[in-house]
C-alpha cells in the first residue's frame, strides 16, 4: 500500500448519489411515457447534481486518491451536459436518446476507471466495477446505435440503465469505505 494516501473523505457521497440513481431508475420505469417530458426535466438535473458530487469528492481527496483526474473529468462532464440540458428543455427532449446514450458510455468508461483505481488500491473486488462499468457503456451503445428504438423504448433501457448504475455506484462507495478504514487503522 502506498504511504501518499492517508484518508478517503466523503466516500459515502457515491452513496448518496447511487441511492438518487436506483430511485430514478425505479421512477421512470414506474411513470412511462406519458412522463417523457418530467423525464427529461428530472435527467438534466440529477446529471447536474451527481456532477456536483464527484467534483467535491474528487478535489476533497485529490491529495490522496492516485487518479482523482479520473473522477473530476466525469464530474466535470456531468456538470456541463446538466447544465445544458436544464437550460434547454427542448432541446433535450427531442435529442435525450443520444444524448444519454453518450450519457451513458462516458459514466461506463468512468466505472471502469474507477475499478482501475480500486484495483491499484489492491481491493479484491475490483472486477465488480469494471463489469458494471462495461455493461452500462454497452448500454450506451445500444441506445445511440438505435435512436429509432431508444426514443420508444428510452423508458425502460433508462430505468434499467440507471438501476444498474446506481447498484454499482453503491457498491463503489461502500469499496472506498472499505478502502477507507483498512487505511485509516494501518
Same mark, same amino acid.
Given at each position: 500500500m502506498s504511504n501518499e494516501i492517508k484518508i478517503i473523505k466523503n466516500w459515502w457521497l457515491f452513496s448518496i448519489a447511487g441511492v438518487l440513481l436506483i430511485f430514478l431508475g425505479i421512477w421512470v420505469y414506474n411513470n412511462p411515457i406519458e412522463n417523457y /417530458?418530467?423525464? #427529461?426535466?428530472? &435527467?438534466?438535473? %440529477?446529471?447536474?447534481?451527481?456532477? =456536483?458530487?464527484?467534483?467535491?469528492?474528487?478535489?476533497?481527496?485529490?491529495?490522496?486518491?492516485?487518479?482523482?483526474?479520473? /473522477?473530476?473529468? #466525469?464530474?466535470? &462532464?456531468?456538470? %456541463?451536459?446538466?447544465?445544458?440540458? =436544464?437550460?434547454?428543455?427542448?432541446?433535450?427532449?427531442?435529442?435525450?436518446?443520444?444524448?444519454?446514450g453518450i450519457w451513458l458510455i462516458f459514466r461506463g468508461i468512468s466505472q471502469i476507471g474507477k475499478g482501475v483505481l480500486l484495483k491499484d488500491s489492491h481491493y479484491s473486488k475490483w472486477g465488480w466495477s469494471v463489469f458494471g462499468g462495461l455493461l452500462v457503456a454497452v448500454f450506451g451503445i445500444f441506445v445511440i446505435y438505435n435512436p429509432v428504438f431508444g426514443s420508444a423504448s428510452i423508458i425502460i433501457w433508462t430505468a434499467l440503465a440507471l438501476f444498474i448504475l446506481g447498484i454499482f455506484t453503491i457498491l463503489f462507495s461502500l469499496a472506498v469505505k472499505k478502502l477507507h478504514s483498512y487505511l485509516k487503522n494501518n
Open positions: /417530458i418530467g423525464l #427529461s426535466i428530472l &435527467f438534466s438535473v %440529477i446529471m447536474f447534481v451527481s456532477g =456536483i458530487i464527484e467534483i467535491t469528492f474528487a478535489f476533497s481527496n485529490s491529495k490522496m486518491i492516485k487518479g482523482w483526474g479520473w /473522477i473530476l473529468s #466525469s464530474g466535470i &462532464f456531468d456538470l %456541463i451536459i446538466g447544465f445544458i440540458l =436544464i437550460t434547454r428543455e427542448d432541446v433535450t427532449m427531442v435529442i435525450l436518446p443520444i444524448l444519454f
